[in-house]
Antibody, heavy 120, light 113 residues
Framework: QITLKESGPTLVKPTQTLTLTCSFSGFSLSTSGVGVGWIRQPPGEALEWLALIYWDDDKRYNPSLKSRLTITKDTSKNQVVLTVTYMDPSDTATYYC????????????WGQGALVTVSS | DIVMTQSPDSLAVSLGERATINCKSSQSVLYSSSDKNYLAWYQQKPGHPPKLLIYWASTRESGVPDRFSGSGSGTDFTLTISSLQAEDVAVYYCHQFYSSPNTFGQGTKLDIK
């Protein structure tokens, strides 16, 4: 079955760079049509789509954060990495990675999420 | 960006009664060539990730109870729970995947009256 799990620091300081890793199983990012996305959720707030990477290395970013985001994949390790530069307290959120298929677009499998707090 | 607006922000329904949540998109999410609405609904319980309930506006995900149904087309959509159960207490989100950036509604909190 498909599973995803986020990992990374729980606390970062303002202006630092956040690096999050999504480790997954049950599918391969070398399979045509497969994608992994990142979505975040500030405490008590709504979901915000951040970035997406597909099997063919096609990458999509939320324009509101594009200059600060980088998404990469390591197919051999079954991992997707998201980096966010210049972290601010307003970036405090639970960060989720999720699976989707290119032809579908909805997120059908989600990781448990990783809470990241930005504070000095 | 397509703005997704849900209503109401919260509602309380008695056990066994019907719950209805609305979602309106700022532009159509109906892809004419496929005649599919690029709209999904998720359920999120406290401390858990969102769970996919409905996609293509009205297709129930495998394993989702049939008391959950989705309807609508174009810009107006509805999630209906026909007979509310205690385990349905959660926040519900709509999600458009018609265009990038994908966007979500602000969420609707559903409680028991």
């Amino acid at each position: 079955q498909i599973t995803l799990k986020e990992s990374g620091p729980t606390l970062v300081k303002p202006t630092q760079t956040l690096t999050l890793t999504c480790s997954f199983s049950g599918f391969s990012l070398s399979t045509s049509g497969v994608g992994v996305g990142w979505i975040r959720q500030p405490p008590g707030e709504a979901l915000e789509w951040l970035a997406l990477i597909y099997w063919d290395d096609d990458k999509r970013y939320n324009p509101s954060l594009k200059s600060r985001l980088t998404i990469t994949k390591d197919t051999s390790k079954n991992q997707v990495v998201l980096t966010v530069t210049y972290m601010d307290p307003s970036d405090t959120a639970t960060y989720y990675c999720a699976h989707r298929h290119y032809q579908d677009g909805y997120f059908d499998y989600w990781g448990q999420g990783a809470l990241v707090t930005v504070s000095s | 960006d397509i703005v997704m607006t849900q209503s109401p922000d919260s509602l309380a329904v008695s056990l066994g009664e019907r719950a209805t949540i609305n979602c309106k998109s700022s532009q159509s999410v109906l892809y004419s060539s496929s005649d599919k609405n690029y709209l999904a609904w998720y359920q999120q319980k406290p401390g858990h990730p969102p769970k996919l309930l409905i996609y293509w506006a009205s297709t129930r995900e495998s394993g989702v109870p049939d008391r959950f149904s989705g309807s609508g087309s174009g810009t107006d959509f509805t999630l209906t729970i026909s007979s509310l159960q205690a385990e349905d207490v959660a926040v519900y989100y709509c999600h458009q995947f018609y265009s990038s950036p994908n966007t979500f509604g602000q969420g609707t909190k559903l409680d028991i009256k």
